[in-house]
C-alpha cells in the first residue's frame, strides 16, 4: 500500500481503518475476488455484491477473500423491500412474463426456464452466513438495515455503510445507527437504489447531493456517482465527502468479472449515452441501451426479482457468446472519463491526480 498524503486521510479513511479515500462499488453479479482484493490490497475497501448468493456460496467467497487479503473488505445486500423477500406470481402470470422473453431464449437456442421455488435466497440465511464471516465492513442497499441486524453486527465489531439517494433517506440511515453512508448521485451506473421515494422522484446528481448530505447526517458520507478519475475523487473531497465510490472505471478493469464484450462496451462510443430502464430486471438502473433496452422499453416487464431471475436464465450465455445486445450493461455517466484496464493503475492515477489538484 503507498503512503497517505495527510490530505487525503478522512472520517472515513480513519473510521474504516484504510489508507485511501476509494471504496469500490459492490457489483451484485460480477463482483470478483481478485479484484476487491487488489483494491483492499492497495489501500481502499474493496467491496464484494453478494446479490443472489445463497449461505454456503457466501461462505466460500469470504473465505477466499480473507485468504486473499489481510486488508479490511466489505460484504454488500441487497435490503428486501417493504420487508419482503419474495413476489410470487400464478402459473398463468410466470407464463406471460415468461413469453415476452422467448424470443431471446430461441434466438440463444436456450430452454425456456420453469417457474422456480424461490427467485431469491433468504436474508436471514444471508446475513447469517455474512456475521459468520465477520468482514470488516457490511453494506447494503435499497434501505434501512434492520435494527437487529445492526445490533448484530455492531457486537461482532462489523461496521455498517448503507445507501441513500436523497437528503431524507440518508436523514433516515443516520437516525438508524449505521456508521457512514454512501450518497449516490443519479450519474451512477446500475440500480437506482432508492427506498423512501419512486426512484424516478430521487434523481438528485452527485454534485448537489453530496453537500446536502453531510450537512445533514453526522456520520462520515462516501460520494458516489459519475467518479471515475482523480478530479472527481478530489471533488467528492471538497465537497465535504469522505471517500469516493467508484464502480464504471473499475468494472472496466481486466480484475472484474465482466465479460470483454462489457469492458470493451464501458470504453466504447456507446457507453457517451446511458439510459434508465427497467427492462433487465424489473428495476430502475441506468446502463447502456442496446437491443434488449429498445425492445422492451415501453414494454411490461415483470416485477423484480422475477424479471432480473428471467432475464438471469439467459445473460450469462449471451455474455459467454459476446452478445452485448441481450445483456445488462449497467455503466454511469462518467464512462467516457474511463482510462485505465489495470485496477492497480487505476488506483495509482487516481491518488496521482487528486493530490496534485488538492495540493
Known sequence: MSSPSPRLSTAVTR????????VLAPFGGLSSVELTAKVSQKGGLGS?????????????TARELSATTQQPYALNLWLPLD????VHATDQEFAAYLEVLRPYFDELQLPVPSRPASYLPSFDDQMAAVFEARPAVVSFVFGIPPAQVLDRAHDLGILVIATATTVDEAIALNGAGVDAIVATGSEAGGHRVSFLRAPEDSLIGTLALVPQVVDAVSVPVVASGGIADGRGLAAALVLGAGAAQIGSAFLATRQSAAAPVYRTALTSEAARRTVFTRALSGRLARGIPNRITDDLGSSEVA???????LTGQFRPT?????IGELMSLWAGQGSPLIAHADAEQLIDALIL???????
Open 318 to 322: 449471451a455474455a459467454e457468446r459476446g
Open 303 to 309: 416485477p423484480f426479482p422475477i424479471q432480473n431471475w
Open 48 to 60: 464484494y455484491g453478494l446479490y443472489g448468493y445463497d449461505a454456503d456460496r457466501i461462505a466460500v
Open 353 to 359: 491526480d487528486a493530490r496534485m489538484l488538492l495540493g
Open 15 to 22: 473510521l474504516l481503518n484504510i489508507e485511501l479515500p476509494i
Open 83 to 86: 420487508g419482503s423477500e419474495e
